[in-house]
Nanobody, 121 residues
Framework: QVQLVESGGGLVQPGGSLRLSCAASGSIFSIGVMGWYRQAPGKQRELVAGITRTGSTNYADSVKGRFTISRDNAKNTLYLQMNSLKPEDTAVYYC???????????????WGQGTQVTISS
């Protein structure tokens, strides 16, 4: 059984910062691409940032220059440093990972349960 557990969400004022973490645990052989998604009320889930195992990253235009995605492969943990937060960043943030369960297996897609991020004065 594989689990992704996010932490670090909360309520901050505009201009503030938060750091999200996502720890993967369970029967994991290796983890490929990982990413952060978010879903605001009444909107579709969208990709915020992604990172490959070797550290290549991509970002949504709306967060470029403000958010930084990173990972610690030894700890199977994903991070998202969010700076200069805006009210429009308010959403539930979800961790996503492509996980290989054993040598030679395909990658399976897993999601975390989500963590609420609210930007408000």
């Amino acid at each position: 059984q594989v689990q992704l557990v996010e932490s670090g969400g909360g309520l901050v004022q505009p201009g503030g910062s938060l750091r999200l973490s996502c720890a993967a645990s369970g029967s994991i052989f290796s983890i490929g691409v990982m990413g952060w998604y978010r879903q605001a009320p009444g909107k579709q889930r969208e990709l915020v940032a992604g990172i490959t195992r070797t550290g290549s990253t991509n970002y949504a235009d709306s967060v470029k220059g403000r958010f930084t995605i990173s990972r610690d492969n030894a700890k199977n943990t994903l991070y998202l440093q969010m700076n200069s937060l805006k009210p429009e960043d308010t959403a539930v943030y979800y961790c996503n990972a492509a996980i290989r369960l054993y040598t030679g297996s395909t990658y399976y897609n897993y999601w975390g349960q989500g963590t609420q991020v609210t930007i408000s004065s």
